[in-house]
């Protein structure tokens, strides 16, 4: 079983969603950066997005769009991410990562050899955002050869026809953007993301991740009532930018957001039962 099937299996039997944190690689420098991702799995996090920083980030909001050009000005690279994650693997051989970002850095790359040094730095799976599933061929084949998981994204305007076609080849989850625009800009109404949900799990048995606009940790328990997990990037990266803003070390305010989160989706549903 791979680690994301077996994090969401257990998640399913401890009768809770999950927190899922992206942070970007390189951010604000890879020291710092290895340390925050180092220490999510104690904070909380069940599973680990780590971006791939990249110049133009179209999907993203000005907080992740920064965080990607302090890692580029810092030298952050491709490969210094997988060697960001090969080094977090030595520690942590059980919480998954998925590496997100945009096809370019990895065409540039080489999709093959990508999938292969991804996997062996150890890499659970891809979420490419600006990638459809009609121009995937580029990259699929080599991800599930190198046993990567290719998780896809559904909008709220993924409409009953477009989502089979959505689902068709993905693996891992689904990751619901449930907003439209970009990232950290725009918040979701929960009862919009449980209709939502439920319209995605009469498609497919994968678990569904919420993510876009969850900024804070009642906003992460609100979501966490009806998906299998939530998932929280632009507020972490803020703080991030808000600790350089401070002339202080970011990790250990970015940990104590997390602690935060996870505390409120592991008390989500057991709240909503109370009530």
Do not use: W
């Amino acid at each position: 079983m791979s680690r994301l099937a077996a994090t969401f299996a257990k998640l399913s039997a401890e009768g809770r969603a999950g927190l899922v944190t992206y942070v970007m690689a390189g951010d604000p420098d890879a020291a710092t950066a290895q340390a925050i991702v180092d220490g999510l799995p104690a904070a909380g996090a069940d599973v680990i997005e780590l971006g791939l920083p990249f110049s133009d980030p179209m999907a993203d909001g000005p907080a992740i769009q920064a965080a990607g050009l302090r890692a580029l000005a810092q030298g952050a690279s491709t490969r210094g991410t997988l060697d960001i994650l090969r080094a977090f693997r030595a520690k942590d051989r059980t919480t998954p990562v998925v590496l997100m970002g945009y096809f370019n850095p990895i065409y540039i790359y080489g999709p093959e050899r990508f999938c292969k040094d991804a996997a062996a730095a150890g890499a659970d799976g891809l979420i490419v955002v600006d990638l459809p599933p009609e121009e995937d061929s580029e990259l699929r084949p080599y991800a599930k050869a190198a046993g990567l998981d290719l998780v896809r994204l559904a909008t709220p305007t993924t409409d009953d026809k477009r989502l089979p076609v959505v689902l068709e080849g993905a693996s891992g989850f689904l990751y619901y953007v449930a907003v439209l625009g970009v990232t950290g800009t725009k918040s979701a109404a929960a009862g919009d993301v449980q209709a939502a949900v439920a319209r995605i799990k009469r498609h497919t048995k994968l678990p569904v991740a919420v993510g876009f606009g969850i900024k804070t940790p009642d906003g992460a328990a609100a979501i966490a009532k009806h998906a299998d997990a939530a998932v929280v990037g632009s507020a972490l990266v803020q703080t991030v930018a808000d600790a350089i803003a401070a002339k202080s070390d970011p990790v250990a305010p970015l940990h104590a957001l997390v602690r935060a989160l996870s505390a409120a989706v592991r008390g989500a549903r057991a709240k909503s039962s109370a009530a």
